[in-house]
T-cell receptor, first 113, second 115 residues
Framework: SQTIHQWPATLVQPVGSPLSLECTVE??????LYWYRQAAGRGLQLLFY??????ISSEVPQNLSASRPQDRQFILSSKKLLLSDSGFYLCAWSRGVSGNTIYFGEGSWLTVV | QKEVEQNSGPLSVPEGAIASLNCTYSDRVSQSFFWYRQYSGKSPELIMS????GDKEDGRFTAQLNKASQYVSLLIRDSQPSDSATYLCAVTPEKRSGSARQLTFGSGTQLTVLP
């Protein structure tokens, strides 16, 4: 069966500090990978998605970037965090060949202070 | 702008009752519809998907889809306190074999099941 893990689960970072969230998927090949953000009281916002190694599409202009160095690894980064970057970040995957169903990782709570 | 609307609630029902959660969407070409459950502080987990008009049942859950009215609902029979969570509706114009890139989420309905 497929599993998805992301870490760290929680982090508190000062404004201007860097960020790195990591996500890995097991039990499937060539998945589509996604990073979402969920702000308090708001819906899920798609930040990035990837259909393959090195292929990243950004959905919204922002202070964040994403990378996919391996088939089942997805990384969310920032060089300098802003207060507005606080939120619940979710990595997700769907089947690469056929499948529009999203499966989420455990999520990472980021608080920028 | 594609929109998915849900009543934010909170919706409270007594234990054992039927909980009815509703969702409307604006994009008429929507093809695939999903319900996710999200416990407080946790990530969303998939409950059901539905692709055709009508009802789809899975245990205590029934999803209902009416594309003409652009309406999808989730019924939870014999509600339990453990069903207390936020329920997210998600919609995409992609068919089952498509990608999830265009998935649009509602902001969720908070359900509380009272013991």
């Amino acid at each position: 069966s497929q599993t998805i893990h992301q870490w760290p689960a929680t982090l508190v970072q000062p404004v201007g500090s860097p960020l790195s969230l990591e996500c890995t998927v097991e039990g499937t090949s060539n998945p589509n990978l996604y990073w979402y953000r969920q702000a308090a009281g708001r819906g899920l916002q798609l930040l990035f998605y990837s259909v393959g190694i090195g292929q990243i599409s950004s959905e919204v202009p922002q202070n964040l970037s994403a990378s996919r160095p391996q088939d089942r690894q997805f990384i969310l980064s920032s060089k300098k965090l802003l207060l507005s970057d606080s939120g619940f970040y979710l990595c997700a995957w769907s089947r690469g060949v056929s499948g529009n169903t999203i499966y989420f990782g455990e999520g990472s709570w980021l608080t920028v202070v | 702008q594609k929109e998915v609307e849900q009543n934010s609630g909170p919706l409270s029902v007594p234990e054992g009752a039927i909980a009815s959660l509703n969702c409307t969407y604006s994009d008429r070409v929507s093809q695939s519809f999903f319900w996710y459950r999200q416990y407080s502080g946790k990530s969303p987990e998939l409950i059901m998907s539905i692709y055709s008009n009508g009802d789809k049942e899975d245990g205590r859950f029934t999803a209902q889809l009416n594309k003409a009215s652009q309406y999808v609902s989730l019924l939870i029979r014999d509600s339990q306190p453990s069903d207390s969570a936020t329920y997210l509706c998600a919609v995409t114009p992609e068919k089952r074999s498509g990608s999830a890139r265009q998935l649009t989420f509602g902001s969720g309905t908070q359900l509380t099941v009272l013991p």
